[in-house]
């Protein structure tokens, strides 16, 4: 018997991209950026409102690192993170020099518990190491507890780095997730609802914010007639061609959360 192989979660193109890809192509923006970068964020934006503001990078992983950096997150401080998620979600705090503090799910959503991530924030406080962010993950696109998250988090006056890598689309009481905490993470890997190949985005509430994640995801460069770097930078940004998909992509997005929805009533 012949069994072909299911995929488990292959892309799928909306038909424009080569589109967007081709105009980059045929205007010589192969360079990392240009407007298909501007585009993507200004596209992204608009479709989840609530007037956050858009940076487009290489990965998610490198928007949750540069999450933490904005949340001053440094060696020896520690970080909560959800248990049940991707390594990416935990990785970057071990790159900040910091330490994962790891807290286990409930079971209505599967994402953090807010009892037990009270019960580890006060832990870590008992020992003198109050936690430096909290990165809550909507694990499968479905939604944490954000209000309840969001109240133990304001208790204790310890941001949100929220990681919507699996959840773009997904709303929690009208409002689109990566909007939810302190600083939203989305991915574009080739296994999410839309895809650039490899990319992701960081979501900020200010201007000043995302203008200062572009500076780090672009090598730190000052502004200066030579080359001049004040800060530790990364190579980090999303390239033109790239972003050319994600426009493509953005165009059937809505057509694509219909048909995992349709899924899920089909499953059910």
Not at 29 to 43: K, Q, S
Not at 80 to 89: E, G, K, L
Not at 133 to 149: C, N, Q, T
Request: charged letters at 20%.
């Amino acid at each position: 018997m012949n069994h072909s192989k299911i995929w488990l979660s292959s892309p799928h193109m909306g038909g424009s991209e080569q589109g967007y890809v081709q105009e980059a192509f045929d205007t010589n923006w192969v360079a990392p950026l240009g407007p298909n970068v501007t585009g993507f964020e200004n596209d992204i934006s608009q479709f989840i409102a609530g007037g956050s503001h858009v940076a487009a990078l290489s990965s998610g992983t490198a928007a949750i690192h540069l999450g933490l950096i904005l949340l001053d997150v440094g060696a020896g401080d520690e970080v909560i993170c959800q248990s049940f998620t991707f390594s990416a979600s935990c990785n970057p705090i071990v790159y900040q020099g910091a330490t994962p503090v790891f807290v286990d799910s409930e079971s209505d959503t599967w994402n953090i518990c807010p009892e037990n991530l009270e019960k580890a924030i006060k832990d870590r406080i008992s020992n003198g190491k109050k936690p430096k962010a909290i990165i809550a993950v909507h694990l499968y696109g479905m939604p944490f507890k954000a209000d309840e998250i969001r109240a133990v988090a304001d208790r204790y006056a310890i941001p949100i780095l929220e990681d919507s890598a699996e959840a773009l689309g997904s709303t929690y009481k009208g409002k689109h997730c990566g909007t939810l905490g302190d600083i939203g993470v989305l991915s574009f890997n080739g296994n999410k609802i839309i895809t650039t190949s490899g990319g992701g985005a960081i979501v900020a509430k200010t201007k000043e914010l995302k203008d200062k994640a572009v500076f780090l995801a672009t090598q730190a460069r000052d502004n200066a007639r030579h080359y001049q770097h004040s800060e530790i930078g990364y190579n980090y940004r999303l390239s033109n061609i790239c972003a050319g998909i994600g426009r493509g992509q953005m165009e059937v997005l809505d057509k694509h959360i219909a048909l995992r929805r349709g899924m899920n009533g089909f499953y059910k």
